[in-house]
């Protein structure tokens, strides 16, 4: 089954990878990172189709994907 793994520190939640998911299986978080801002988690984990937009959408790379034990990190800074 894919999932994703959200790098809660380097998130800043401004929900490009909401809008980018098809499945709509990602939302807010109501806790806070260390730098103060909500951060993306997975709400619908069983519906990821492992289809990569949220970590294609998200421009502060804090998105991996795994699919059936490949590992997607589509940049690195």
Same mark, same amino acid.
């Given at each position: 089954?894919?999932? *994703? ?9 401004? =929900?490009? $990878? *909401?809008?980018?998911?098809?499945? =709509? *299986?990602? @939302? ?7 730098? @103060? ?10 519906? $990821?189709? @492992? ?16 699919? =059936? @034990? ?8």
């Amino acid at each position: 089954m894919p999932t *994703i793994d959200v790098n809660i520190e380097r998130c800043k939640g401004c =929900e490009r $990878c *909401i809008d980018a998911c098809p499945q =709509e *299986i990602l @939302g807010m978080s109501q806790k806070l990172n260390n730098k @103060g801002y909500k951060f993306a988690v997975m709400v619908d984990e069983p519906r $990821c189709i @492992g289809c990569s937009q949220c970590a294609i959408a998200c421009p502060d790379v804090a998105i991996e994907v795994y699919v =059936e @034990g490949a590992h997607y990190q589509f940049f690195q800074y």
